[in-house]
């Protein structure tokens, strides 16, 4: 199996620190495209740093449970799935549980599992996982577009329909960039079956 | 290159890939001859020859376009399969997966239909499968569509395992493409045409693949959630975006078998040039490109996308089939072909193409479309292709895969030289009854005929009649012959095309 690399150990957890002084995330909380679109990756990104630090034997185990690194995307794409919610998103304002909740689970349960299971798995995997996250991007972009009414107390109509044409115009770049690496690129995972 | 070898070894199976492979075609034969009933039936009731219900009309009408649709995909997956994996490793799971989330697909669509009344056509045009009126329920809707996403899902995990083992083998897509030769450089004859085809299709399908599951939840959140209320003409693009390509995969699976089989029968190679993956490359964007020219007739409809489907109808209509077909006869011309049963039915399924893709481009032009588009034109040329083209590479596949089983002895009985006449015979009176309807502006999808449109009607199902006839003795004929054993070969080396001849 491929090893992470052990360069730049504290990144991740010095992200999650910045991430969560109240200047960060005031700032980023501020509309929900930030929020959704900047926050939250950045989070999964420090949960994907973070992985470098686990013990190998820590390691190991988990491995056990997560052949073809299945279980792990399967891990990450499920708690996802609630935090493109904009009750939630909402809620992680005025709730401290729920923001609380957002910044373990999205680096614990989303980033780190998917540096660990991402190397396992082979195209069949990756190409489920990232068609179904293009597909959700569509989905909840435009949904965000045609809701009827303002979805969160914080957030107003605007903000929302401007993060569902964002999601909108991630989604095609996505698909442009998937496109162009089976096309001409030099995808990996392939000869992991 | 494919092999001139009637029967080689490499497509020797094993045992649990054979009994999937059965599976695959046991099923397909018997929702082809059922599917055809319900057709049968239908233009029975057009004609006047049989009272159905108008609400069971539709629902037939529904079950008979997604299950002929959903049944020439699968036996075209299976096609496709079966020669992309002596080039490529597929594994035996996807291709289960995709037969196991087909037939959850086909039975949630079956219950939405028989016993959830649904009625609302394959094309699930919103609002229509949760607005029905009170003529079915919005569950009904719902697992209609749930259904689809099943069989969807499981073409997808197909694909993906067929993405992986290409790019395992070539690297990236391009490579398998062969566009590396597209302007200049000597091509590799080994290339497999194949593994062309198979790229080809899986590109542009997974592409209407994503639109389709984008289309099928926004439905099922509009289903659940009334208030959520989407744009009817956004979602139609989408539908026909995935429901243009899904049918146009099946050809372009299915011709598979005509090149990796001709040749046998002809003992001659089937040249790959310049031309052919010019003609591929062209195809993969002309079948993501040219699904407006469905919505020609959609006033709201962006100028600029109704152009596009005319120019790409046009442009890109012809490249595939015209080497495809020109191909073939260069194949055949002075070969010394036998003509028995696999290879009657690779030419005719040449025929079948060609003719149908001729008013399919018509159709696909603006000022024929205006005035054709809702006439049985349409189902008379998409009949002619899926019925003479698409069902005809199936069945030459199968009668080739009962020769394996039959002494490898391609089967050309005296039952089988006297059921393709009648199959071809009965087709082609079918057909016509639907191009003459279109004629003479008889519509389309009319549950009730007034008795000025009845003529063809008539024509048409004496025609369908002789086709369920000729298909009753291929499903029984096939069944009975993929179920036994494979024959060994009389000795190595037996096999070669020479003994086909």
New interface residues.
Partial sequence: MKTLPQDGMWGGLLLWLVLATPAARGFLEASMSLQMLVQMPLLGLAGYLLARHLPERVRRVLASWDRGGVSGLLLAAVVSLPWMLPRLMDAALAAPWVELAKFTSLPLLIGLPLALSWPRA???VR??FL?EM??TA??VG??YL???QQLCVNYLVDDQQRLGTALLVLGVLA?LVL?CQ??????R???L? | MASLVLYPDDERLPRAAGITLNFYLVTALVLFLAMMALGLGMRSSQAGWLGLPPDWFYRFLSLHGAGMVGTASLVTTAIMWFFLRKYVQLHLWAFVANYVLFIIGLWCIVLSVMAGSYAGLWTILYPLPVHSQGMWSREAGAIFMLGYLGIGMGQLLFYLDAAAGIIARYGNFSRALGLQWLFGGEIDQAHPKAVVASTGVLIANTLGLLAGTVALVMSLANAVYPSIELDPLLIKNLIYWFGHMYPNATIYMGCIAVYELLPRYTGKPFVMGRPFLWAWLATVLYVVLVFPHHLLMDFAQPRWLSVMGQLASWVGGFPVFVVTAYGALVNIHRSGIRWNMPARLLVLSMFGWMAGIVPAILDGTIAVNMVMHNTQWVPGHFHFYMLLGVLSMALAFMFHLVGQRHGQVPPDSGGDRGSLPVYLLGGLVFLFGFLGGGRTSVPRRMAQHIDAWTLTDRIGSIGAMLVVLAMLYFVVRLVIGLLRPVAQAAGDGDGLADAAR
Avoid: E, I, Q, S
């Fill in positions: 082979g195209l069949v190409g489920v068609m293009v597909a569509f989905r435009w949904l045609v809701a009827p698909t496109a089976l096309m001409w690129g030099h995808p995972g392939a000869a079956r």
